[in-house]
């Protein structure tokens, strides 16, 4: 069975970092095209970050410079690190496979972030 | 970057009526546009993709249409069950990356 599983969700203060982890199972991530996708209480979704089959690497304009997205190869888990998180950070974080570039077909149930003082 | 803008932003039908949800982006993206439906408390499903072709196991009621710029996703005779959140998304070459609508809520009326 194709299955995410996010984790490492929690509370930081403002200026903190986080890593949230990505695994999967039923599928090889570095085959795929991995996405983060969050959503801010209340609110729609926001795309974040997407690593492509290839191994390159975008960013939605809020993060650039503060959010790094990766994987673990052997370990069949995507990453992303979040650094200077800012309250507006605050969210539900879902990871996402797509098996071609520009869909998310498969999704995780997500953590929560949340940046308070 | 590429903006898409979904409307109506409600939709208030009964079951058994057609629902047609619009998405329109503020530049071509050909036909790399996505829908999903989201109910609360829920991840997103993939619905289409590539504009019009359906994703794995959804039903037949469920069918998108467009290119460039003006999308469609109609529902051709809703359920009980269609009743959610409704997201358009796109893919883009150059700025790369993903952008989705503001989403539409499909309501019981």
Same mark, same amino acid.
């Given at each position: 069975?194709?299955?995410?599983?996010?984790?490492?969700?929690?509370?930081?203060?403002?200026?903190?970092?986080?890593?949230?982890?990505?695994?999967?199972?039923? /599928?090889?991530?570095?085959?795929?095209?991995?996405?983060?996708?969050?959503?801010?209480?209340?609110?729609?979704?926001?795309? +974040?970050? +997407?690593?492509?089959?290839? !191994?390159?690497?975008? %960013?939605?304009?809020?993060?650039?410079?503060?959010?790094?997205?990766?994987?673990?190869?052997?370990?069949?888990?995507? %990453?992303?690190?979040?650094?200077?998180?800012?309250?507006?950070?605050?969210?539900?974080?879902?990871?996402?496979?797509?098996?071609?570039?520009?869909?998310?077909? +498969?999704?995780?149930? !997500?953590?929560? +972030?949340?940046?308070?003082? | 970057?590429?903006?898409?803008?979904?409307?109506?932003?409600?939709?208030?039908?009964?079951?058994?009526?057609?629902?047609?949800?619009?998405?329109?982006?503020?530049?071509?993206?050909?036909? %790399?546009?996505?829908?999903?439906?989201?109910?609360?408390?829920?991840?997103?499903?993939?619905?289409?993709?590539?504009?019009?072709?359906?994703?794995?196991?959804?039903?037949?009621? /469920?069918?998108?249409?467009?290119?460039?710029?003006?999308?469609?996703?109609?529902?051709?005779?809703?359920?009980?069950?269609? /009743?959610?959140?409704?997201?358009?998304?796109?893919?883009?070459?150059?700025?790369?990356?993903?952008?989705?609508?503001?989403?539409?809520?499909?309501?019981?009326?």
């Amino acid at each position: 069975e194709v299955q995410l599983v996010e984790s490492g969700g929690g509370l930081v203060q403002p200026g903190g970092s986080l890593r949230l982890s990505c695994a999967a199972s039923g /599928f090889t991530v570095s085959s795929n095209y991995m996405s983060w996708v969050r959503q801010a209480p209340g609110k729609g979704l926001e795309w +974040v970050s +997407v690593i492509y089959s290839g !191994g390159s690497t975008y %960013y939605a304009d809020s993060v650039k410079g503060r959010f790094t997205i990766s994987r673990h190869n052997s370990k069949n888990t995507l %990453y992303l690190q979040m650094n200077s998180l800012r309250a507006e950070d605050t969210a539900v974080y879902y990871c996402a496979m797509g098996r071609i570039a520009g869909i998310m077909d +498969v999704w995780g149930k !997500g953590t929560t +972030v949340t940046v308070s003082s | 970057e590429i903006v898409l803008t979904q409307s109506p932003a409600t939709l208030s039908l009964s079951p058994g009526e057609r629902a047609t949800l619009s998405c329109r982006a503020s530049q071509s993206v050909s036909s %790399y546009l996505a829908w999903y439906q989201q109910k609360p408390g829920q991840a997103p499903r993939l619905l289409i993709y590539d504009a019009s072709n359906r994703a794995t196991g959804i039903p037949a009621r /469920f069918s998108g249409s467009g290119s460039g710029t003006d999308f469609t996703l109609t529902i051709s005779s809703l359920e009980p069950e269609d /009743f959610a959140v409704y997201y358009c998304q796109q893919r883009s070459n150059w700025p790369p990356g993903y952008t989705f609508g503001q989403g539409t809520k499909l309501e019981i009326k």
